[in-house]
């Protein structure tokens, strides 16, 4: 097992997992048991809710009566009476690999976040990616499937250099009505907005978690300098006396705003952290936050 | 104007830029560090794009380079002369500096490299001196050409001498050399000398020369004459030359001869000869053979007239018979007629009691009056030269006892008494001795007592000489050796003119080792604060 596997505490995921368990079990509960049954869209005969219709939705779902009211196609969702297919895509680009920590916190909040969906009875799979699907583990269940994902998390580093962040490479392996997770810096120019998006159509819940370093916004240099960008190789030169680490801390924030804004727009959960904060924590906040569900 | 002593420290510059200009390659664009995000920076201000600042040098590079630069001059050792000074260019004129190289003569080939060089000379004094013959020389002007050829060519000219190089040590001043090297000692002459330059020509290494042409009396026959010539290769490959020999200039004998690299052949050759001849050797090669770079020692020649083959002499006056026997026992003297209108002798043998002006050697046959045996042996003074090789027995002379007349040097005495006697005008001797006694003129040393006084008269050997005209087969070597000139000592006239410019240049490279350090200590203080990853500080 891999350096920031090791740190993964299983005491850590199953209070965690208790925790999640509490979070959701506030929710209207439709069958009782042991198991929260979370309540959200999907295979069933129970309606839930109305929804606008969106190309790749079966016509048979078409609310006439409801489309007539409101003047745009409708659809009904019913209540989803199976578990969850979670598909997790963890960016394995370079600059994931650059700074200390940086890796090491999204290896961690990947593998929690497949303890806690495994844990509530979701199947999950996870997809590593870069300018392509790099390793993929298919959608499984159990302890089996756990140890799987552990295993691949952890025998597979990002590359030194070179490659990039493409979120759109995992769209053919993923199902449509699905649950998405993407862990990833964004930090790529259009900062993955329409990747984001389109998941968020075709999924039936999307989450996204941006794991930032500080160093992704400081350099430290006498004289001048040569800043290289690690996946494109592109070079820029700079006059490390005069240039401003503080814009380019203000320019990444900017970015980080711009990225929530966008998922907000589209109902995907969004969180922000750096490599110095703990993976309980990111992912407690994370969930805590409104309109969550892990199922 | 500044000097480089050491000019070729300088050299190591054109590897060292380069190499100081690959390491800092990278320095123009700084430290590289790797960011997980480019277009966070982009456009910020001090930020530009990729190669957008290549025009600008890197300081540090720059800084180094002139430090290496100073230390480099440093070690050259620069100088300043306060005054330029006299240029002398020996010229060796030497018999193989008239070798004929492929296109010209090896001394136009010099002539042509000093002229090309003293370009460089314009405004020094230069002046142009023999090397072997001291004390001859021009003042030369670097684009009077014209008139150094001629100078040179009138030195060449001349019959060739060899001389003893310069004494040493040398006037003042720079001094250079133009030789071939041929000459033996050469080198050690320009280390000592202090030559700062030798200008060398001439690639031709062959030559052949004849090197001795002698001629002497048959021991056994003296109507003939023994010949002997000798030839000798002094190329790197064995050659056949063909000898010959004329008399009175007709063809008398020819010898076709294979000559070993390095070695001398020798023939000999008997023949009568009169007293008026001339003989000539001549070394000639084959038709199909390349022309003898060096034709002067190719031939050889030999007036018996002029080196005393037959010496005419005169004998005036009653003399004793035994000084006749003696006279016509030298097959060397000619004895003239006493007859008016006979040619000049040489020499007088006089027995008459005249008083004598001739210009020519007299030897003056004194007879005592009342002549005394005289006991003892005489004595050969310093001034005998060589008559003082002849042992002569006790008591055989017989004479007036005492000193006679004032002779100006006596020679040989027997106690108080003179024998012999020189005179200075005329020049010669006087004997004083009785030429009548029996006991004197029976000895066996008696005719070789009159020949060496004969021969000391006229100043030609008689008995057994041999005559012989020769060349130096040292001097017939052309073959050219690399002289070295000693460029690194600088001659005392240098040393004492020269003003050292080390302290001007050691200055500034402190200046920039003290900047550098300096530099150094700030990188070393911000690189202090950098991470691993290069970007986080």
């Given at each position: 097992m891999s350096e920031p596997l090791a740190t993964l505490n299983e005491a850590d995921l199953q209070r965690l997992a208790r925790v999640a368990e509490r979070l959701f079990a506030g929710r209207p509960q439709l069958t009782p048991g042991t198991q929260p049954h979370r309540l959200h869209a999907g295979q069933g005969v129970e309606f839930l809710d109305h929804r606008n219709y969106q190309p790749g939705d079966n016509v048979r779902d078409i609310d006439w009566l409801a489309t007539a009211r409101s003047?745009?196609?409708?659809v009904r969702r019913f209540r989803n009476e199976t578990s969850s297919d979670w598909y997790i895509c963890l960016d394995n680009s370079a600059s994931m690999g650059l700074h200390l920590g940086k890796w090491s916190l999204a290896v961690q909040l990947a593998a929690a976040?497949?303890?806690?969906?495994?844990?509530?009875?979701?199947?999950?799979?996870?997809?590593?990616?870069?300018?392509?699907?790099?390793?993929?583990?298919?959608?499984?269940?159990?302890?089996?499937a756990y140890a799987g994902i552990l295993h691949l998390l952890g025998s597979i580093p990002p590359p030194t250099r070179g490659g990039g962040s493409q979120l759109g490479v995992c769209l053919p392996h993923l199902s449509r009505g699905c649950h998405f997770a993407v862990i990833s810096d964004f930090l790529v120019t259009e900062g993955m907005h329409r990747d984001l998006a389109l998941l968020a159509s075709i999924g039936e819940d999307t989450q996204a978690i941006q794991v930032l370093a500080p160093g992704d916004s400081q350099v430290t240099a006498m004289g001048n300098a040569t800043l290289i960008d690690i996946e494109s190789g592109?070079?820029?030169?700079?006059?490390?006396?005069?240039?401003?680490?503080?814009?380019?801390?203000?320019?990444?924030?900017s970015r980080v705003l711009a990225l929530a804004t966008h998922c907000k727009r589209h109902r995907i959960g969004f969180s922000s952290c750096t490599s110095v904060q703990h993976w309980r924590e990111v992912l407690l906040e994370h969930l805590m936050k409104p309109g969550r569900t892990l199922a | 104007m500044p000097e480089l002593l050491s000019p070729l420290w300088l050299l190591a510059l054109v590897p060292l830029v380069p190499l100081l200009r690959w390491l800092h390659r990278f320095r123009e664009h700084g430290t590289r560090i790797d960011v997980s995000a480019l277009f966070l920076w982009r456009g910020l201000p001090g930020t530009f794009q990729h190669g957008a600042r290549r025009d600008t040098p890197d300081p540090l590079w720059i800084r180094r380079a002139l430090f290496a630069g100073l230390l480099l001059a440093l070690v050259s050792q620069p100088v300043w002369y306060q005054s330029k000074p006299t240029l002398t260019v020996w010229f060796d004129h030497s018999l193989s500096m008239r070798s004929q190289e492929p296109e010209e003569a090896r001394w136009e080939q010099a002539v042509q490299q000093l002229f090309a060089a003293l370009e460089q000379k314009v405004g020094q004094r230069v002046e142009l001196r023999s090397l072997n013959v001291p004390g001859e020389g021009i003042p030369l002007?670097?684009?009077a050409i014209t008139a150094a050829r001629e100078s040179i060519s009138s030195w060449l000219s001349s019959p060739y001498r060899e001389g003893e190089l310069p004494l040493l040590p040398l006037q003042p001043g720079e001094h250079w050399l133009v030789s071939d090297g041929a000459s033996e000692g050469l080198q050690g002459w320009v280390t000592a000398a202090g030559i700062t330059k030798v200008i060398q020509a001439g690639i031709r290494v062959d030559n052949q020369a004849l090197t001795q042409l002698s001629v002497r009396r048959g021991l056994l026959d003296p109507s003939h004459a023994d010949i002997l010539?000798?030839?000798?290769?002094?190329?790197?490959?064995?050659?056949?030359?063909?000898?010959?020999?004329?008399?009175?200039?007709?063809?008398h004998r020819n010898w076709e001869l294979s000559i070993p690299p390095g070695k001398t052949v020798t023939r000999q050759y008997t023949t009568r000869l009169s007293g008026q001849s001339v003989l000539e050797a001549r070394l000639l090669a084959p038709a199909n053979a390349p022309p003898d770079p060096l034709p002067q020692d190719n031939r050889l020649l030999l007036r018996l007239a002029d080196s005393g083959w037959q010496v005419p002499i005169s004998v005036d006056g009653i003399c004793p018979p035994a000084i006749h026997r003696v006279v016509a026992g030298i097959p060397a003297l000619d004895i003239l007629s006493p007859l008016p209108g006979s040619a000049t002798p040489r020499a007088r043998i006089s027995c008459s009691g005249e008083a004598d002006n001739a210009v020519v050697p007299l030897i003056k046959l004194h007879q005592p009056a009342v002549p005394t045996t005289l006991s003892g042996a005489a004595v050969w003074q310093p001034g005998a030269g060589q008559l003082r090789r002849l042992v002569l027995p006790s008591a055989v002379f017989r004479g007036a006892p005492g000193p006679i007349g004032p002779p100006d040097e006596a020679i040989l005495t027997l106690g108080e008494t003179t024998l012999i006697s020189r005179r200075q005008a005329p020049p010669g001797y006087d004997l004083w001795f009785d030429l009548h006694y029996s006991p004197l003129i029976r000895r066996p040393e008696f005719p070789v007592l009159i020949t060496g006084i004969i021969e000391s008269a006229v100043g030609v050997p008689l008995l057994d000489g041999t005559l012989s005209v020769q060349h130096d087969s040292r001097a017939s070597r052309i073959t050219p050796v690399n002289l070295q000139a000693t460029s690194g000592v600088p001659s005392p006239w240098r040393v004492s003119q020269a003003v050292d410019l080390s302290g001007w240049l050691i200055l500034p490279a402190i200046a920039f080792l003290l900047w550098e350090l300096w530099h150094y200590r700030i990188h070393r203080r911000g690189m202090g604060n950098r991470t691993v990853s290069g970007g986080i500080p």
């Amino acid at each position: 097992m891999s350096e920031p596997l090791a740190t993964l505490n299983e005491a850590d995921l199953q209070r965690l997992a208790r925790v999640a368990e509490r979070l959701f079990a506030g929710r209207p509960q439709l069958t009782p048991g042991t198991q929260p049954h979370r309540l959200h869209a999907g295979q069933g005969v129970e309606f839930l809710d109305h929804r606008n219709y969106q190309p790749g939705d079966n016509v048979r779902d078409i609310d006439w009566l409801a489309t007539a009211r409101s003047r745009r196609p409708q659809v009904r969702r019913f209540r989803n009476e199976t578990s969850s297919d979670w598909y997790i895509c963890l960016d394995n680009s370079a600059s994931m690999g650059l700074h200390l920590g940086k890796w090491s916190l999204a290896v961690q909040l990947a593998a929690a976040l497949a303890y806690l969906l495994i844990h509530l009875d979701n199947r999950v799979s996870i997809i590593l990616f870069s300018d392509r699907v790099d390793s993929l583990r298919p959608l499984g269940r159990g302890q089996r499937a756990y140890a799987g994902i552990l295993h691949l998390l952890g025998s597979i580093p990002p590359p030194t250099r070179g490659g990039g962040s493409q979120l759109g490479v995992c769209l053919p392996h993923l199902s449509r009505g699905c649950h998405f997770a993407v862990i990833s810096d964004f930090l790529v120019t259009e900062g993955m907005h329409r990747d984001l998006a389109l998941l968020a159509s075709i999924g039936e819940d999307t989450q996204a978690i941006q794991v930032l370093a500080p160093g992704d916004s400081q350099v430290t240099a006498m004289g001048n300098a040569t800043l290289i960008d690690i996946e494109s190789g592109e070079s820029c030169l700079i006059d490390a006396a005069s240039v401003s680490n503080r814009l380019a801390a203000e320019r990444l924030a900017s970015r980080v705003l711009a990225l929530a804004t966008h998922c907000k727009r589209h109902r995907i959960g969004f969180s922000s952290c750096t490599s110095v904060q703990h993976w309980r924590e990111v992912l407690l906040e994370h969930l805590m936050k409104p309109g969550r569900t892990l199922a | 104007m500044p000097e480089l002593l050491s000019p070729l420290w300088l050299l190591a510059l054109v590897p060292l830029v380069p190499l100081l200009r690959w390491l800092h390659r990278f320095r123009e664009h700084g430290t590289r560090i790797d960011v997980s995000a480019l277009f966070l920076w982009r456009g910020l201000p001090g930020t530009f794009q990729h190669g957008a600042r290549r025009d600008t040098p890197d300081p540090l590079w720059i800084r180094r380079a002139l430090f290496a630069g100073l230390l480099l001059a440093l070690v050259s050792q620069p100088v300043w002369y306060q005054s330029k000074p006299t240029l002398t260019v020996w010229f060796d004129h030497s018999l193989s500096m008239r070798s004929q190289e492929p296109e010209e003569a090896r001394w136009e080939q010099a002539v042509q490299q000093l002229f090309a060089a003293l370009e460089q000379k314009v405004g020094q004094r230069v002046e142009l001196r023999s090397l072997n013959v001291p004390g001859e020389g021009i003042p030369l002007r670097p684009d009077a050409i014209t008139a150094a050829r001629e100078s040179i060519s009138s030195w060449l000219s001349s019959p060739y001498r060899e001389g003893e190089l310069p004494l040493l040590p040398l006037q003042p001043g720079e001094h250079w050399l133009v030789s071939d090297g041929a000459s033996e000692g050469l080198q050690g002459w320009v280390t000592a000398a202090g030559i700062t330059k030798v200008i060398q020509a001439g690639i031709r290494v062959d030559n052949q020369a004849l090197t001795q042409l002698s001629v002497r009396r048959g021991l056994l026959d003296p109507s003939h004459a023994d010949i002997l010539i000798e030839a000798a290769n002094l190329g790197q490959q064995s050659v056949t030359r063909r000898v010959e020999l004329l008399i009175d200039a007709h063809s008398h004998r020819n010898w076709e001869l294979s000559i070993p690299p390095g070695k001398t052949v020798t023939r000999q050759y008997t023949t009568r000869l009169s007293g008026q001849s001339v003989l000539e050797a001549r070394l000639l090669a084959p038709a199909n053979a390349p022309p003898d770079p060096l034709p002067q020692d190719n031939r050889l020649l030999l007036r018996l007239a002029d080196s005393g083959w037959q010496v005419p002499i005169s004998v005036d006056g009653i003399c004793p018979p035994a000084i006749h026997r003696v006279v016509a026992g030298i097959p060397a003297l000619d004895i003239l007629s006493p007859l008016p209108g006979s040619a000049t002798p040489r020499a007088r043998i006089s027995c008459s009691g005249e008083a004598d002006n001739a210009v020519v050697p007299l030897i003056k046959l004194h007879q005592p009056a009342v002549p005394t045996t005289l006991s003892g042996a005489a004595v050969w003074q310093p001034g005998a030269g060589q008559l003082r090789r002849l042992v002569l027995p006790s008591a055989v002379f017989r004479g007036a006892p005492g000193p006679i007349g004032p002779p100006d040097e006596a020679i040989l005495t027997l106690g108080e008494t003179t024998l012999i006697s020189r005179r200075q005008a005329p020049p010669g001797y006087d004997l004083w001795f009785d030429l009548h006694y029996s006991p004197l003129i029976r000895r066996p040393e008696f005719p070789v007592l009159i020949t060496g006084i004969i021969e000391s008269a006229v100043g030609v050997p008689l008995l057994d000489g041999t005559l012989s005209v020769q060349h130096d087969s040292r001097a017939s070597r052309i073959t050219p050796v690399n002289l070295q000139a000693t460029s690194g000592v600088p001659s005392p006239w240098r040393v004492s003119q020269a003003v050292d410019l080390s302290g001007w240049l050691i200055l500034p490279a402190i200046a920039f080792l003290l900047w550098e350090l300096w530099h150094y200590r700030i990188h070393r203080r911000g690189m202090g604060n950098r991470t691993v990853s290069g970007g986080i500080p």
